[in-house]
């Protein structure tokens, strides 16, 4: 696939929850090695977004590729039909996701969390998964901790075994769906550090969710401004925060920074 096609493509994507329209026919493209954040209000479709693309969210309408591929179907005779279990697992290793709540496997050391989906997932030996595991926990500032379980790490430090357990698929894209929410104000910096460092060492393709503007600023490249299902503006970090045409958006950042300055 050619740098021109983007790696992630919504065409007139609809996704209801019963009577409730969360996504309404969005077009929304990241290109590779693109570091994408999407804010807006609560229930504005952003986590959706990103539980679709790791299908753990199905479609109701519209098309989704992922680096050329789609992603909820499957092309068969110049039709396309739903996709079977088989192509979305191929279409998840794709992707690597770090959720809001860490998701660390509480009975399993920091060590078999991490080389857990590259042995049964992708097939590696015990050994190369991991040396590959170990890679990840050094870049995660975590290799003393290789042999703890969840329970005895702060959450900044679960947090940062959940990125390095993404990690370890050797995925084309990152996936981060608020992972400071539910941090202690003090332990989110460590998270944003380690993101910062992917952002700026690492050609992956990054696709964010979070209410830390500051550092949607810094890092991204683009700024997706979400609202009822939609993208209401879409620009630079510097254009969206410091000059956004749109009312709504206007509103949403004015609101944030009320909410947010320190007193």
Known sequence: M???HPIIDFQNVTKKFGDHTVL?????????????????PSGSGKSTVLRILMTLEDIQGGVIYVDGEPLWHEQKNDQLISASEDHLRHMRKKMGMVFQQFNLFPHMSVLRNVTEAPVHVLGLDKKKAKQRAMEYLDLVGLTEHANKFPSQLSGG???RVGIARALAMRPNIMLFDEPTSALDPELVGEVLQVIE????????TILLVTHEMQFAR????????FDKGKIVEDGSPEQIFSAPTQ?????FL???MQQHSTP
């Open 247 to 251: 009312e709504r958006t206007k509103e």
């Open 24 to 40: 309404d026919e969005l077009n929304f493209t990241v290109n590779k090695g693109e570091k994408v954040t999407i804010i807006g």
């Open 197 to 204: 460092q992917l952002c700026s060492k690492h050609d992956l």
């Open 2 to 4: 050619t740098n021109s």
């Open 157 to 159: 430090q679960q947090q």
């Open 254 to 256: 004015s609101n944030f």
């Open 218 to 225: 810094q890092i991204s490249d683009r700024i997706c401004f």
